[in-house]
């Protein structure tokens, strides 16, 4: 089968991780595991040549993200679902109240209720991310490899019928059993979830292939990257 990568979406079990082989050819698989610890030992032993996750990765100390940015200009329609990334103080925070509040100590502004509904996730992955394991395992915002895939941004939300139509359309051209996967389900995933995984998925082999689009990419204060990988 070759090297294999992995896309990997939060969901409410923990993260959807769909592995593939990187040169395109092949089944596809699909689980849910509770923590990043598969995954990382993966990665170590050499098991997956890429990781995609679509989390923040490198944290601003004050205003926004140059790659948000970068992100909400290239998707156009669907800007609105490039959230801000939290402030690095806000990482502590155990309560919207405490999030918001350090939020607007250090930036001026407040953080969105989606934002910090991720924070346990963005945590998870900023204890155990380094520069050098970024090399493999990196950020990517769903909607910025949709529009990539298809060569514009997608016409609808994603939890829109139509929306999910488009964006199943373009990866049915790419992943030939993503349908049986969805039709399985998954305990503790949606399937949009499923679905974004499967994007990051398709971009993580374009990182393999040397063949991906790079935004952003200045440092924060621990020496990560704030990067989309596309």
Not at 35 to 51: I, K, M, Q, S, T
Not at 61 to 85: N, Q, Y
Not at 114 to 122: M, R, S, V
Not at 165 to 177: G, M, Q, T
């Amino acid at each position: 089968m070759g090297q294999l990568v992995a896309g990997l979406d939060g969901c409410r079990a923990g993260w959807v991780v769909v592995t593939t082989p990187a040169g395109g050819h092949g089944s596809s698989d699909v689980r849910v595991v509770p923590d990043l610890d598969p995954v990382l030992r993966d990665l170590d032993d050499g098991e997956l040549a890429a990781a995609a996750i679509d989390i923040p990765i490198g944290l601003p100390a004050t205003g926004p993200r140059p790659c948000d940015i970068e992100a909400r200009k290239l998707i156009g329609p669907r800007r609105s679902s490039v959230f801000p990334a939290p402030m690095r103080a806000v990482l502590p925070a155990t309560s919207y109240e405490d999030a918001a509040a350090r939020s607007r100590e250090v930036s001026g502004k407040s953080l969105s209720k989606q934002t910090f509904a991720i924070l346990p996730k963005i945590r998870e992955v900023d204890r155990r991310l380094t520069s050098e394991r970024q090399n493999s395992m990196f950020e990517v915002h769903p909607e910025v490899s949709f529009t990539i895939l298809a060569g514009q941004p997608m016409a609808f939300p994603k939890r829109k019928p139509e929306g999910r139509r488009e964006r199943l359309a373009v990866l049915r051209i790419v992943f030939s059993d993503i349908d049986d996967h969805l039709a399985n389900g998954f305990r503790g995933a949606a399937a949009d979830d499923v679905i974004d995984a499967f994007v990051a998925a398709w971009t993580a082999r374009r990182h393999s292939a040397r063949t991906h689009r790079r935004l952003g990419g200045d440092l924060d204060e621990r020496g990560l990257r704030m990067e989309m990988i596309a």
